[in-house]
C-alpha cells in the first residue's frame, strides 16, 4: 500500500480558468463584469491516485475550479490580490494542499498592455 507523505512534489495545475467578475476600484468596473484569468499550481501527492485510481485520492480538479468560480462570484472584488489570497486560502483550507502557486489576470485592465496580473505563494 502506498501512503503519502507530507513532503509532496507532485503538482497539480489548472491553468486558463476564466470567470466574469465585477473587479476594480474605479465605479464603471462594477457596471459589467470583465474577465479573470486564473491559473493555480497546488502540491499535491499524486502516488495514492495514480495507485487506486480512485478520484477520492485525488486532487479533483473540477470541484476546486467550481470552489473558485463560486468564490469569485459571491461578491464584486476592488483588487485583484485580495482576490488572489481568498483563492490560495480556500484551495490551502477546504481541499487540504499544503502549498499553491495562484495567479490572477485581469486582461482589461491596461489597454496597452496583454494583461495584468498578480502571483502569490501561500503554504499552510
Known amino acids: 500500500m502506498i501512503t503519502p507523505t507530507t513532503v509532496s512534489f507532485d503538482k497539480v495545475l489548472i ?8 473587479v476594480g476600484i474605479y465605479a464603471w468596473e462594477h457596471e459589467q463584469p470583465q ?3 486564473i ?3 497546488m502540491s499535491w501527492d499524486n502516488r495514492l491516485a495514480a495507485a487506486s485510481e480512485q478520484i477520492t485520492d485525488a486532487l479533483d ?3 476546486v475550479s467550481q470552489a473558485v468560480t463560486q468564490l469569485i462570484l459571491q461578491q464584486p ?11 490560495a486560502m480556500l484551495v490551502i483550507n477546504d481541499f487540504s494542499v499544503a502549498q499553491v502557486l ?6 482589461q485592465a491596461v489597454p496597452s498592455a496583454r494583461q495584468v496580473a ?6 499552510r
Request: glycine share 2%; no cysteine.
Open 15 to 22: 491553468e486558463g480558468l476564466q470567470v466574469d467578475a465585477f
Open 35 to 37: 474577465p479573470l484569468i
Open 39 to 41: 491559473d493555480l499550481t
Open 61 to 63: 480538479y473540477d470541484r
Open 77 to 87: 472584488w476592488q483588487l485583484i490580490e485580495t482576490v488572489a489570497e481568498r483563492i
Open 102 to 107: 495562484v495567479k490572477v489576470a485581469k486582461p
Open 118 to 123: 498578480v502571483v502569490i505563494e501561500r503554504s
